[in-house]
Nanobody
């Protein structure tokens, strides 16, 4: 079992930056690959970024590539999502999720552990 808690959401002007954190407790965090998803009310949860257990592999949705960076610090049991040049279309609730294998990482139903979400709002 692993418990995930997101933090760092908020409201910014378009073009601004935020850094989200996903902090884990429970089993050894380095055993899990982690991803960020986002969801707008009434729509499906969309993949944003993923990182492997060691942090050596990452992947991004095309819509955020070049603007968002995912990283992790296993000593702190934390995964980060640095978001820059935010756009109004990035507005959503952001969730982190964990699974043991770094496979099919863009598929939300593959993840067994989820945080509670944090709201990000970028206004024009």
């Amino acid at each position: 079992q692993v418990q995930l808690v997101e933090s760092g959401g908020g409201k910014v002007q378009a073009g601004g930056s935020l850094r989200l954190s996903c902090t884990a407790s429970g089993r050894t965090f380095s055993m899990y690959s982690v991803a960020w998803f986002r969801q707008v009310s009434g729509k499906e949860r969309d993949f944003v970024a993923a990182i492997s257990r060691s942090g050596s592999s990452t992947d991004y949705a095309d819509s955020v590539k070049g603007r968002f960076t995912i990283s992790r610090d296993n000593a702190k049991n934390t995964v980060y999502l640095q978001m820059s040049n935010l756009k109004p279309e990035d507005t959503a609730v952001y969730y982190c999720a964990a699974k043991t294998l770094y496979t099919n990482y863009r598929v939300a139903r593959e993840y067994g552990y989820w945080g509670q979400g944090t709201q990000v709002t970028a206004s024009s």
